[in-house]
């Protein structure tokens, strides 16, 4: 995957949209970046990822999703903004508190970047809906605060056959792992019982952190490459500021992804 000489680009351009002078301006700090270039770019632009809850990384991942040029991105979330979010959820400023967080999000992504198409969808994920949500995106990031939301976003992941982008935080804390459905480890493999559910204390700045390594390796995989934090638990902990990678392995036995 080093197909980034002008030659590559134009073959590219020939059966996708093509970048406008302006997005040419405004994305030629990373379209320099080797792995990119304007082929890379226009990757970028036809990509189409749903980002599944608005919180604290929800904030870092749509943020960074929006700045780095995905030509669509689904904001899924049903809560309203809350006094006591604005210390991690970045996409909100106190004039939002009372109004939904998913047209808030919206609303703050278009300022952000004009170019791209976001939609906003105020709606609460469920076993019902989770397919007809996500079938018409390349991609999901899981920016949930439980496992059983969690659960429903894989298995529809799986049954669609798109990569899912797990992150949690807790704490000065979190993890970071991505699934390619029936090729690598799923959330289901990893963690087959969820952990209790329960508001936990999360410092914004690692909401953050952890939301940034999502959004970079959405990114990643839309650009192409190739290493990914797949068939791998990161684990980052900031009162060390230690980062571990855990090597996973598939569960064939898996009641979301396994053969039987
Ligand atoms: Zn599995």
């Known amino acids: 995957m080093h197909g980034n000489s002008p030659t590559d680009s134009d073959s590219m351009a020939s059966d996708s949209i093509t970048l406008t002078e302006e997005e040419m301006a405004r994305y030629s700090r990373q379209i320099s970046i080797p792995e990119f270039g304007k082929a890379g770019q226009e990757k970028l632009k036809n990509a189409r990822a749903a980002v599944a809850g608005a919180g604290g990384l929800g904030s870092a991942v749509a943020i960074y999703l929006a700045a780095a040029g995905i030509g669509y991105i689904k904001i899924i979330d049903d809560d309203v903004v809350e006094l006591s979010n604005l210390n991690r959820q970045i996409l909100y400023s106190e004039s939002d508190i009372g109004r939904d967080k998913a047209h808030s999000a919206e609303k703050k992504l278009r300022a952000i970047n004009p170019n791209i198409e976001i939609a906003g969808i105020n709606k609460r994920i469920t ?42 935080c807790m704490e000065m804390g979190g993890q970071v792992m991505t699934v390619m459905p029936k090729r690598t480890a799923c959330l289901k493999c990893i963690f087959p019982n969820p952990p209790p559910h329960k508001k936990t204390p999360i410092l914004g700045a690692v909401a953050g952190t952890i939301g940034t390594i999502q959004a970079t390796e959405v990114i990643k995989f839309f650009v192409g490459m190739e290493s ?5 638990l990161l684990i980052y902990d900031s009162r060390f500021f230690s980062y571990d990678i855990i090597e996973l392995e598939r569960n064939e036995k898996c009641p979301s992804c396994g053969v039987i």
Do not use: Q, S
């Open 127 to 168: 076993e019902k809906n989770a397919v007809g949500l996500l079938k018409d995106v390349d991609a999901v990031v899981d920016c949930l605060d439980n496992f059983e939301t969690r659960y429903v976003i894989n298995d529809a992941a799986i049954e669609i056959g798109i990569p899912l982008f797990h992150g949690a």
């Open 228 to 232: 990914l934090l797949t068939n791998k």
